[in-house]
């Protein structure tokens, strides 16, 4: 069965908008900490939700084992405070792809604010985890990357 958004508010559905795959998130009490904002940590996590959702509906699938890449390299550059309960977007897109590895892209942005809180990329490498190492990038799979961004 594949991973779809049907019955889930609109606020609060994933999908595409600007070339950006946007996944809705309010900020709840555990993202904050004792200073009342984001924080920093928590970005990456944000970056979590975004990824696994893009190539969760990406595959059509919502097997952990279709994540087939691990972490190679993380970076978040920090622009403005959230704080609890505002509404933001965690964007996420693919930016370059290489042999067996590729970035995806973020901006978090307050939702109705309309400013971009944080920006960031993560470096992942393809990976077997049946036989533990790591797999090119394959054309079929750059055309599914293709295909599902146009969808935006």
């Not at 969760?56 to 190679?72: D, K, Q, Y």
């Not at 400013?115 to 054309?139: C, N, P």
């Not at 799979?141 to 146009?150: G, H, N, V």
Request: charged letters at 25%; hydrophobic letters at 40%.
């Amino acid at each position: 069965m594949g991973v779809t958004t049907e019955g889930v508010p609109a606020p609060a559905r994933v999908g595409w908008k600007d070339g950006w795959f946007v996944v809705p998130h309010d900020v709840t009490w555990q993202d904050v900490d004792a200073m009342g904002h984001v924080n920093n940590a928590v970005y990456f996590q944000y970056f979590e939700t975004a990824r696994t959702w893009y190539w969760m509906l990406l595959h059509g699938t919502r097997e952990p084992s279709a994540l087939g890449f691990i972490v190679a390299r993380a970076e978040c550059d920090f622009r403005r405070e959230l704080r609890f309960l505002d509404p933001i977007d965690i964007c996420v897109r693919i930016g370059e792809m290489r042999s067996s590895s590729l970035d995806f892209v973020y901006e978090v942005r307050h939702r109705e604010l309309g400013t971009v809180a944080a920006t960031g990329k993560v470096v992942v490498v393809l990976f077997s985890w049946t036989e533990r190492r790591k797999m090119t990038i394959d054309d079929e799979l750059r055309r599914r990357i293709s295909a599902f961004e146009k969808g935006g």
